[in-house]
């Protein structure tokens, strides 16, 4: 049966270098595996406060069940000062509740941190780490993918090198032997 990768890019702008990865990621997924695009940028702050019955906001409600339904998570981050975009935080926290309802639980996840600086996002890289472990999501460990200087990856017209989308391919056949080891 097919199973279903969610792709989160917690980047909002329409020329994201994050985005641009996680089309290659997407496209690059074997066949028995299907990519969903599950946006961020309409959810509206998480309070507490809304979570109760007929005021939870359409877009939370849209949010958790794309998330349900998916089997594994890929989420691309950018860094922004040393950690994730509050973007990516409040979709990590929409998801995570009501208590003891989190979308998020079990399902193994892949962290790609992709920058133009030299740091590649290890700050946020890592920041996210530290919420998944929280929120109960396998993550695979190796190989890491901190993608550096990424603006050089590209050339006019949008495209990879070789020895790019061979290091790409490898972070997906580690994943994908990692998400058959957890739920086969
Ligand atoms: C950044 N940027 C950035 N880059 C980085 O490597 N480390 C950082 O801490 C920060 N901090 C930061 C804060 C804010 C508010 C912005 C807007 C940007 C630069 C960032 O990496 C760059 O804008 C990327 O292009 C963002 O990723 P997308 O949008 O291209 O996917």
Redesign the pocket.
């Known amino acids: 049966m097919t199973k279903k990768i969610g792709i989160i890019?917690g980047?909002l702008?329409k020329?994201?270098?994050?985005?641009k990865v996680a089309k290659y990621f997407a496209s690059a997924l074997p066949e028995d595996f299907e990519p969903v695009f599950v946006e961020i940028d309409d959810l509206p702050l998480y309070n507490e406060d809304l979570d109760v019955e007929g005021a939870v906001p359409e877009a939370w409600t849209r949010f958790r069940e794309k998330v349900g339904g998916v089997d594994g998570v890929y989420f691309f981050t950018?860094?922004?000062?040393?950690s994730v975009p509050a973007a990516l935080k409040n979709a990590l926290d929409v998801g995570s509740r009501p208590y003891g309802h989190s979308v998020w639980d079990g399902k193994p996840a892949l962290v790609v941190s992709?920058?133009?600086?030299a740091?590649s996002?290890f700050?946020a890289n890592h920041h996210l780490r530290q919420s998944l472990v929280f929120l109960n999501m396998p993550t695979l460990q190796q190989p890491e993918a901190y993608i550096g200087n990424?603006?050089a990856l590209f050339d006019a017209k949008d495209a990879l090198t070789e020895k790019t989308t061979s290091f790409f391919d490898l972070i997906t056949s580690k994943y994908i032997e990692f998400f058959k080891k957890l739920t086969d």
């Open positions: 890019v980047s702008r020329d994201s270098l994050n985005k950018p860094e922004y000062n040393r992709v920058s133009p600086g740091i996002g700050g990424a603006a």
